[in-house]
């Protein structure tokens, strides 16, 4: 892969965790603060079109920069950082897919049930999740 080729990789890469890092907070905060339960469902609903689009990204994105740094063996320090960050993010994604199957079942079923702080809490977690996962990120790119 060309210098300039991995480094849009990297800056695709950033900018996706940026944006879910991001969207997870607002939407959090929103949740927190808004009114009128409508507006939380649909600012929620849109997030998590905006969040898989960009979980796509950062999947090739991800396996694009493992193909430029290689593969290293689990044995190092860096492969040790790298399958617990690798770890955190299956327990991450299965956790976004309940938060997006109940975000979905109630914009489609109408279910009021969910309150205002219950749909804060699954963008908390997520927020709190990502930054998990931005902390490792910043070990495995500078030790």
Same mark, same amino acid.
């Given at each position: 892969?060309?210098?300039?080729?991995?480094?849009?990789?990297?800056?695709?890469?950033?900018?996706?965790?940026?944006?879910?890092?991001?969207?997870?907070?607002?939407?959090?905060?929103?949740?927190?603060? $808004?009114?009128?339960?409508?507006?939380?469902?649909?600012?929620?609903?849109?997030?998590?079109?905006?969040?898989?689009?960009?979980?796509? $990204?950062?999947?090739?994105?991800?396996?694009?920069?493992?193909?430029?740094?290689? $593969?290293?063996?689990?044995?190092?320090?860096?492969?040790?950082?790298?399958?617990?960050?690798?770890?955190?993010?299956?327990?991450?994604?299965?956790?976004?897919?309940?938060? &997006?199957?109940?975000?979905?079942?109630?914009?489609?079923?109408?279910?009021?049930?969910?309150?205002?702080? &219950?749909?804060?809490?699954?963008?908390?977690?997520? $927020?709190?999740?990502?930054?998990?996962?931005?902390?490792?990120?910043?070990?495995?790119?500078?030790?």
């Amino acid at each position: 892969m060309s210098a300039v080729s991995a480094l849009l990789v990297r800056f695709v890469h950033v900018s996706g965790m940026a944006l879910l890092l991001g969207g997870s907070v607002f939407v959090w905060y929103a949740c927190r603060t $808004a009114g009128v339960g409508d507006d939380r469902l649909r600012l929620a609903t849109g997030y998590e079109w905006v969040f898989w689009g960009t979980m796509a $990204a950062m999947l090739v994105t991800g396996v694009g920069n493992l193909g430029t740094l290689g $593969a290293p063996g689990p044995a190092t320090r860096w492969g040790s950082v790298l399958t617990l960050k690798l770890g955190v993010v299956a327990v991450f994604v299965v956790g976004s897919f309940l938060r &997006t199957f109940v975000v979905l079942t109630v914009e489609r079923h109408g279910i009021s049930v969910l309150r205002r702080l &219950t749909l804060g809490q699954f963008y908390g977690a997520t $927020a709190w999740l990502l930054v998990l996962l931005v902390g490792l990120a910043e070990v495995l790119a500078h030790g």
